[in-house]
């Protein structure tokens, strides 16, 4: 079946100028995650949506960060006022419902976003 | 912040041989995860190893968890040219999983 996608694949803005980043998770998956990536580095969390409980916002680095999810749907990441060192790849990845032990995480490919 | 922490950060081995990396944490875990990068995008999972449990089989991958020392190392046996990307450890203490910085892997032919 369909993966997680993410839109756009790449995406080149100027500072100071709002983006948008999409998510399409695996259809029946409840949990949805966001994570950045800098060169070089390994995942940072941003932000988990799990069914409509209220998000866990608490890796999200700034309040120029906001994401949505519509139920249990497409999320949107949000970027207002860029800077350069948004410069990363964002990652989606979804799961199923959390059950004790589980977790393994479905990523999509990646938005990689140049803030110039 | 990152709370696993992989070694070496980087591996060069001969296509055949066998891939060992390490990974270390520090705060109690329901499980960890291995995944494997290529070419700085999406993660592909490799293998879950719950807190209850030693060793892991797949394929030719084996894993082992040492809740005791708060590590686990990966083994990638006969490893071939496909094998060459970055490997991450993530730990899974309640939903969110932590990444370490990973160990890149080079497989030569």
């Known amino acids: 079946g369909a993966g997680v996608s993410q839109s756009p694949s790449n995406k080149v803005t100027e500072k100071g100028k709002d983006v948008e980043l999409r998510c399409d998770p695996i259809?029946?998956?409840?949990?949805l995650y966001w994570y950045r990536q800098r060169l070089g580095q390994g995942l940072e969390f941003l932000i988990y949506?799990?069914?409509?409980?209220?998000?866990?916002k608490s890796g999200l680095p700034s309040d120029r960060f906001s994401a949505e999810r519509t139920g249990e749907s497409v999320s949107t990441l949000t970027i207002q006022r860029t800077q350069q060192e948004d410069s990363a790849v964002y990652l989606c990845?979804?799961?199923?419902?959390?059950?004790?032990?589980?977790?393994?995480?479905?990523f999509g490919p990646g938005t990689r976003l140049t803030v110039t | 912040s990152q709370q696993g922490e992989e070694d070496p950060q980087a591996l060069s081995i001969q296509e055949g041989e066998n891939a060992t990396m390490n990974c270390s944490y520090k705060t109690s875990i329901n499980n960890l995860q291995w995944y494997r990068q290529n070419s700085g995008r999406g993660l592909v999972h490799l293998i879950l190893i719950r807190s209850n449990e030693r060793e892991k089989h797949s394929g030719r991958l084996r894993v082992t968890l040492d809740t005791s020392k708060k590590s686990s190392s990966l083994l990638i046996t006969a490893s071939r040219a496909a094998d060459t990307a970055s490997y991450f450890c993530a730990t899974d203490a309640n939903y969110k999983l932590s990444f370490g910085a990973g160990t890149t892997v080079t497989v030569r032919a």
């Open positions: 259809s029946g998956h409840t949990a």
């Open positions: 990845a979804s799961s199923l419902a959390r059950v004790a032990g589980n977790g393994e995480q479905y």
């Open positions: 949506f799990q069914g409509n409980s209220a998000p866990d």
